[in-house]
């Protein structure tokens, strides 16, 4: 059986070889940009529709389309913390602002946490004279504690 | 000497005592929300004239003044890995779509990073009928990698 | 300031002192058993009231009764794989377990998770002419990926 | 010779060529269900009948029949602390409410522990209104500290 | 309220600075020898009855007798792998013959393991020509996979 | 070249497969029960001869037979911390008992270790009406630290 | 796809059999030393152009070529400790003279970083008649605080 | 006895509190700029003449000035990956550069290391108009693997 | 009670503040130089006469005399990693060389160990023209594997 | 291209294969014995005149012959605290010993290391009526910490 990393593997080498961005994908199977990487790297199961024409456009075998839509066993960090730069920023963001963002939502909501899982996120591009600038937005249903 | 620790820690006890928000007291040292509230954490260093305005409005001794204005060694995470279930949220959000983010922005600006230096952050209650929504926005600079 | 910690010490201490048991401390304070006692260790905030009926059973100063009502860092265990017998077999039972409850959840709701923030649990001493038994209910609400 | 983790896997990739669920697979084999999905998931070892039936209702060849009835080196998560959201939140049930859980467990019995090996378990979604639950039930037999 | 540790440190400065031994404990409250030591240590809760012998016996003050009866929070290694050579060896042992016991244990009784809760040890001095022997006696009840 | 991990999986594969036991094996080399099993396993060498009478009896290849006479790199467990239950509880032997177990031994022999070199060990089950037990002896000469 | 692993091995590989330097690579794709070193580790994604011309002078065929010009997933070390002599010895630097370098930035440029993005660095040999030294060179923007 | 760290702690709270230079401490005690730093962060012992002058400049007291004498134990980091953002820079150069490194001293110099011992290093400020740049050399004795 | 720790601390303190060196200790007490400094680091139990003779030597009080002579849990490192470079070197040779001397221990003794109880060592400047050489003679027993 | 690991791997594999000792290799190839078995085990490279000698002796092929003259990456424990009981014995050698070789050294030479590069080792067997004895000399240059 196609693992969903062989898949994620196969779907990023078609990608680069048939010169796809991730945009066209995400609007040839008319989901969200950021859901659809995160699908096609292995990290949500597809359903069968957006898998069959996630195969058309990376042209892709069947055993690829079967397992993007597997369920996954998420988790996409080789090490607890991240050494890719790209990536560790994320990181150092939660070790700086961590606190801060804990202490926000608490003043905002109350006991309480952003889900992850009720949750969409976005990365944009928004030009600034200074240099443009990576804005990246975390959107998730406030889960107040409830007994 | 004050440690910055011990600054932030005399802050939120005063903070709690006088029954003040974050927002009162970035509103008070004229400063953005989550700027103020991670420098009181003890993230960033305070020019003299807010560190002047937040001792007053927390009504904080001198020593804890002068631990406020202190160069920080920065990193507020007690553990790799957060145990805080508020704070899990957002490791988690990188383990499932950190190399998610990475593609989009290699997509979107070519190889580099978003700056976590060059950066502005905040947290909003977005109001939304199937439950409020938490919005964390990361807003840096992008740096490309350039020799 | 007192803090979580210090207080839940008091707590624990006080409880041994008078003799009582948190299921004493749990109906004086008319709230759910396992709340009653994740709280008094210092994983939840307690409401002014609560905090106040807690502080009068276990005859607690004012100090530990305001920090019963902060905002915890919420993290219980010393180490990432804890080493106390009793605790370290709910551990195991992750370990052996913890891909089939995944596979059940799956199989029965589709793709989300078990919330461990809008969740309730409880502790019970069931008999059995085998040898009595634990069981332990958890029970969470199922929360959907949802983009 | 087919080791138990080739063995899972082949079992995994049967069911879903096969459109098989656990439940059905458990009643095939006639056992419990979490028993069954953990058994196949490599973590028991099946009786010589069980494994039979097993095999034939998932059409697996003799030497994953075989490899069914090995005994197991127990041990699922790939890290001591889990990465996927859905086994996480039990590793977070533990990190937040592990003291509780045996400051009860004492309470009730004495001192001991519930038993992970004298044990057994199930999840079963229960209806309600504000969205269905997941309730996971540990149910292990008390063992004293015995000298 | 003192802790396990603080009674444990002040039971063994005790029976340093009386020149007793951890036999002439063990006789003294009527109790095995490794269990003594071991509760004294802070692993076991004594009884009322055997925390007032051993306070008599070791001239410990109230408190600290009071602290003998907790219940403990077992694990008394500093760190995962054990630095002092003594314990060491011991460790060494796991790593060189674990798989062996595995073997061994599941050869004799099957699926199943050897109880540490319910449980004994002693450790005796074994002439021999060729040396004196170390000779550790682990000693629990089988307890089977049962479901 | 055959390594000694290879002919350890070869030797249980045919173990399995012919419906040996490990005491069967063990008589057939001539040698302790315990000391056979560690050695199949790949954590001794053994000598020309009984390398021999092993790969007869377990009718195993040149190479494997070659492999069994190979001086090992010891080292058993897969991680720090074994996550096998049936190996665990053994850690969890050393997480309470191993101070205890060092001051006895200091107790009777003064200030150094048990060998783990110089040592031997069994497993054996003794019945018992409370449940059978399982009884493992670990004998290893006392070595007196001596500069 | 091949990988930049791959590509990486692959260059090395023809760098030793066809007795190139890294100088003469770097004169040959008209690169700074490092940089294509870097790059060539699979650190760095190469344009068409150059990796065209590396592909010429290495002798290496169109999938190695290709993969020299995927965007990489950053880290080179194997643990985060690195064991290699050569290597360690600038983590030894970190683990001396971190916060040295620390206080330093902060004098010379207040609250920042030295980026590692918009960097270059070079090796040198300088001749030394105490004997020679190997000169470092680590050059980054400054990159202020600012929100 | 006062420690090198109670030491390094007086030295920068005195320096804070006089407003003092870490440059204007190395005129002081007529020594490099990085070593004064490093040496008064508690990473060299100083020789009793410059302790004397820099006890005198930053007003310490004599306990201070003894401890600032003495051998120390190195390693500055709080943790193998530093979280600091200003020195964790220079850890992910390690990561993307290390293996350049690596390969560039041995193509210049042989099999070998730069010392860490024999070594000086800088920390300038070099204006740029693209903004000013951090400039670091690490400047080490080569050192040839010789037997 | 004081403990070997703090007694550790006081011997250096008084070993500084003397001007002794440890060989002047070491005659004092009439033991070898490295397990002089060994025991007063805390590292080794010594006789009641030998600690009475340090005591003098060094003026130490009472309690520290006693607490030389008690039996110590050993494990000199902060970290399983050294850090001071000092230390760290022998580390490295480990890394480099552990399997190195594994394999010349077996090929002239056989299978075995060199004791690290039964064992000895010392350091000693040898004199170079090329630079004078450290030179640490580790000597242990050789211990056969033996069941 | 062959790795050094392969090559160690077959090294080894033709020794054992033509009963050569590490002596005998080490005559044949004109080098120090431990040096001769380092590089063989991958820990150095060797000329390419010696490599030849090896191949020759050991009957390797050409491309294990290319591999021992690389630049190895060096390191070759499996984990930070190595688990095999022969070289376990030398980590606790600096477990137990470290510091008081570092105070040693210091007390010697001043501020500085042992080269564990300009380094030579040796193992020997030293006959010793109450049992054989392993020395092992570590011999390296001193060098002063040198600005």
């Given at each position: 059986?196609?693992t969903?990393?062989?898949?994620?593997?196969?779907a990023?080498?078609?990608?680069?070889?048939?010169?796809?961005?991730?945009?066209d994908?995400?609007e040839?199977?008319?989901?969200?940009l950021?859901?659809t990487?995160?699908?096609?790297?292995?990290?949500?199961?597809?359903s069968?529709?957006r898998?069959?024409?996630a195969?058309?456009?990376?042209?892709?075998?069947t055993?690829v389309?079967?397992?993007?839509q597997?369920?996954?066993?998420?988790?996409?960090?080789?090490?607890?913390?991240?050494?890719?730069?790209?990536?560790?920023r994320f990181?150092?963001?939660?070790?700086?602002?961590?606190?801060?963002?804990?202490?926000?939502?608490?003043?905002?909501?109350g006991?309480?946490?952003?889900?992850a899982?009720?949750?969409r996120?976005?990365?944009?591009r928004?030009?600034?004279?200074?240099?443009?600038?990576?804005?990246?937005?975390?959107?998730?249903?406030?889960?107040p504690?409830?007994?």
């Amino acid at each position: 059986m196609t693992t969903k990393k062989e898949a994620a593997d196969a779907a990023v080498a078609a990608k680069v070889r048939l010169g796809l961005s991730w945009a066209d994908i995400a609007e040839a199977i008319d989901a969200p940009l950021a859901w659809t990487t995160a699908a096609l790297l292995g990290q949500h199961p597809m359903s069968k529709e957006r898998a069959g024409k996630a195969a058309e456009v990376l042209e892709l075998p069947t055993d690829v389309e079967a397992a993007l839509q597997l369920q996954p066993t998420r988790g996409a960090l080789d090490s607890p913390v991240p050494t890719d730069p790209t990536i560790y920023r994320f990181y150092e963001v939660l070790q700086v602002y961590g606190p801060t963002i804990k202490e926000l939502i608490h003043e905002q909501f109350g006991d309480g946490i952003m889900s992850a899982i009720n949750f969409r996120m976005d990365v944009r591009r928004v030009p600034d004279p200074a240099g443009d600038r990576v804005v990246v937005t975390l959107d998730g249903k406030f889960l107040p504690y409830q007994w």
